[in-house]
Nanobody, 125 residues
Framework: QVQPVQSGGGSVQAGGSLTLSCTAS????????VGWFRQTPGKEREGVAN?????????YADAVKGRFTISQDRAETDTVYLQMNNLKPEDTAMYYC?????????????????WGQGTQVTVSS
């Protein structure tokens, strides 16, 4: 399976917005999840948000609830987006999207099979 392609990210000031994209390069089973995770040096990877493809059910970590929105465009580009608003310095991290090849618990990073290359998000105060 080919690695999904990530785009977006960059540097913004606190309160700003960024959008990350994750485009599948191969077949994506509809009854699976795509998740966004982030990691900073010296810390464990943490889940940010995930979406159950097809039905569109979403989950957000408490730290980003109300500020981040995960969405999908499967009709045109098979892309999952992470819209990040009101960014805070503590959102600074490398962000990764990940796909499942079969449905398992969507909140756990260990249950994702294919990972994107990562994209850096830096928020300055």
């Amino acid at each position: 399976q080919v690695q999904p392609v990530q785009s977006g990210g960059g540097s913004v000031q606190a309160g700003g917005s960024l959008t990350l994209s994750c485009t599948a390069s191969g077949y994506t089973p509809s009854s699976t999840c795509v998740g966004w995770f982030r990691q900073t040096p010296g810390k464990e990877r943490e889940g940010v948000a995930n979406i159950y493809l097809g039905a569109g059910y979403t989950y957000y970590a408490d730290a980003v609830k109300g500020r981040f929105t995960i969405s999908q465009d499967r009709a045109e580009t098979d892309t999952v987006y992470l819209q990040m608003n009101n960014l805070k310095p503590e959102d600074t991290a490398m962000y990764y999207c990940a796909q499942q090849l079969r449905l398992r618990a969507c909140v756990f990073s260990d249950f994702y099979d294919i990972w994107g290359q990562g994209t850096q998000v830096t928020v300055s105060s």
